[in-house]
């Protein structure tokens, strides 16, 4: 069963505008991470951040800001003011406790287009 | 360092035939996991390393894939009779997660560019 949803294929938008990105998971450990990778055109996955399963605090960093809530096992990630290097596609992934933190499971990812 | 290092990067071969990927993980990192990415589609976890042990198998596709990491540093990934349904990019990554759990820094996947297999 797919443990990671992400219902958005694709988002496009003009640069400058907020890109709000949603995932949403699923998981029976009360101990768990959950990630936000970018995969650019390049291919090479980079980590963006990181939020374990205690803290529901949603922070900004930057230009980027997430939004944490159990009660509805979302994860949903914000990119501010999008540029054209925001140009990517964005994965929601998932590491449980109960697996030792082993297997990473990742959403089907969301295609990131900013145009100028 | 310089990263999660993948060899080849691309490899053509055809069907039938063995092939066999390497990943040097970061040097102080204790796990190594692969990955197999299809167009459209997510990282799919495969297998992974805690130093020289081999944690989780059961996700590899079929018994032609194995997987070794014979001195808990590099992996080497072996797809054996490859089909055409194996055309994939294999992924690798490396974390650190230390003996008591995961602590601020630990356990965030650092990946390689991976190594884009095309089986004609």
């Known amino acids: 069963a797919q443990k990671v949803t992400q219902a958005q294929t694709e988002i496009s938008v003009v640069e400058k505008e907020d890109v709000t990105l949603d995932c949403v998971y699923e998981?029976?450990?009360?101990?768990?991470?959950l990630f936000w990778y970018k995969q650019p055109p390049s291919g090479e996955l980079v980590f963006l951040i990181r939020?374990?399963?205690?803290?529901?605090q949603n922070e900004i960093s930057g230009r980027y800001s997430w939004n944490f809530q159990k009660s509805t096992s979302s994860f949903n990630f914000t990119i501010t003011a999008s540029q054209v290097v925001d140009s990517a596609v964005y994965f929601c992934?998932?590491?449980?406790?109960?697996?030792?933190?082993?297997?990473?499971?990742f959403g089907a990812g969301t295609q990131v287009v900013v145009t100028p | 360092d310089t990263g999660v290092s993948q060899d080849p990067r691309h490899k053509i071969t055809k069907r039938g035939q063995n092939v066999t990927f390497r990943c040097d993980p970061i040097?102080?990192?204790?796990?190594l996991y692969w990955y197999r990415q299809t167009l459209g589609q997510g990282p799919e976890f495969l297998t992974y390393?805690?130093?020289?042990?081999?944690?989780?198998k059961s996700r590899l596709l079929s018994d032609r894939f194995s997987a070794e990491r014979p001195k808990g540093s590099f992996s080497t990934l072996e797809i054996q009779r490859t089909e055409q349904g194996d055309s994939a990019m294999y992924l690798c990554?490396?974390?650190?997660?230390?003996?008591?759990?995961?602590?601020?820094?630990?356990?965030?996947?650092?990946f390689g560019a991976g190594s884009r297999l095309t089986v004609l």
């Open positions: 990554a490396s974390s650190f997660v230390g003996a008591g759990g995961v602590s601020p820094g630990a356990n965030v996947l650092t």
């Open positions: 040097s102080e990192h204790n796990r």
């Open positions: 998981t029976r450990d009360t101990t768990y991470y």
């Open positions: 939020r374990n399963s205690f803290d529901e």
């Open positions: 390393f805690q130093n020289e042990a081999q944690l989780e």
């Open positions: 992934a998932l590491s449980e406790a109960s697996d030792s933190w082993g297997k990473f499971q």
